[in-house]
């Protein structure tokens, strides 16, 4: 017997818990059990070619929105080149219409729906002939005579029963590790599946611990705890969050979904006290209009949520990830503005504006006819239009969506955007004004390099600023290029620095300067330090017009220090240095 549990993940670097756990869980019968994963970005005929060749007896995919399309096409290819092969779906994107499915599907013979470990336990059990399918739980599968049977649900399991998913950590080499103490929400958004299941279980922490030493051990680098709430049990949350620090070894980082009007003083006081990039906290703040908030069931105070995310980010050690949803009841294209620079003003290191996703199953389907909801009818069932949001103005905020995307979260424009931002009357409007640029430049539908990015962005702040501003902006610019990279080819809008090359060399070349800037770096030569770190020289005050101040000088030189990066922000270290034997002359 040969089953086949097959992940379609949304990017190569994800990896699909559902279906380890599956096999981790299913007893004596693991070793027939074989993952597959792929990604949505391969071609549906190649992963047709790789299921057909493993000659399997049973194939089942773990389906949700991002690639319920593909798998769709895939095992209707699979089972009419093979219809011997038996086809299982199991997942959340399955798990609400299990009837209507199997009945338009028919090239599906079942669907395990819910959780599904014991599910696929007895399924196996089943397929090795000591159970009947009759007498399992959680499932709904065709008869031989293309009858459809449902069975009723099943019983939440135990969490702290489960088996430990990661075994082999070289499966996960440059991939990032998902990974969970709970399962169920005590919230109740309309638009999420979690809230539907009312039930908050938890793992057992004892476990837990034993689980996290061995990513600490094998020193992964990024885990994703996919809790719903992390710290919907503060007992829970903070013992876990005891053993990250005092187990940590520096090198993993711990990601967690949290609701931050929960946090209390104590967890504050302890989390600024984390090494700067232990963990990194996601927040959905989805909107800040308290209408739309509590027609979508959300109790959360939006200014004590903004209190707290300032007092995180002041600590300056933990990368916050705030999340705002388009196209949710009571809010149009005024109001969701309003949101947009409530949140925008907190600061976020990611910043997610996302669309409402009508899911089956939620509340927020139910409530679609009463506020209007348009939504593409096939997955991932995405807002179109809504009561209080044109088609267009969707597109409009598409087009924001773009930019914070390519100028903001990429984190390589950090200074300019902050300082251009005050040309206009608010972060909104510079964005807006940056898409209706690409738009109307052609630049929208052409995928342009990091470099041509700044170029851009270059341009179109020239529209809005004067010759001695648009120098300005060009040094800052200049400034947020070196802080991610020591750029090999310098682009032709940074001004020269020719007329300081013998300067440059002569301060790597200076003892002095070994003594006073150059920590780290005594195992390499003068040239190697030059090579792997950058001066620049600004004829403007930097330093101070990156604090938000006006500056006085006319001249300061930077050195950009790649070997000593922020950890959380990973920017350079820069040093304003003294460069001695400038030519005054030759400079100006
Ligand atoms: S959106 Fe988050 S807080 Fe709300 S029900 Fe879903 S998981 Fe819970």
Redesign the pocket.
Known sequence: MKILLVAVNAKYIHSNLAVYSLKANCGKWESQVELMEYSINQYPEDILQSLYKKQADIVCFSCYIWNIQMIEQVAEWLKMVAPGIQIWLGGPEVSFDVKERLEKWSFVDGIMYGEGESTFGDLMACWNNTTDAEAIDGIGHRHSDGTVDIHPPRDFVDMSLLNFVYTRPEDFENKIIYYETSRG?P???SY?L??VEKQVRFRDTELVKEELQQFIDWGIPQVKFVD??FNCRREHSMEILHYIKEHDRGKTNFHFEI?ADLLTEEELVFMAGLRPGLIQLEI?VQSTNPETLKAIR?HVSFEKLSEIVRRIHQSKNIHQHLDLIAGLPFEGLERFKQSFNDVYDLKPEQFQLGFLKVLKGSYMREMAEEYGLIYRPEPPYEVLATNWLSYEDILALKAVEDMVEVYYNSRQFENSLEWLEKYFSSAFDMYEALADYYEKEGLKEISHSRMSRYKIFLDFAGQYLNQENQSVFRQLLTYDLYLRENVKSRPEWAASQDMYKSAYVEFFRKDESRGKYFEGYEAYTTKQIQRMTHVEHFNVDIPAIIRGEAGSRKSVYLWFDYLHRDPLTWRSQTIEVTIDEIDEERES
Do not use: K, L, M
């Open positions: 929400c919230f109740q958004c999420c979690s809230s719903r709430t609701t959905g959300r």
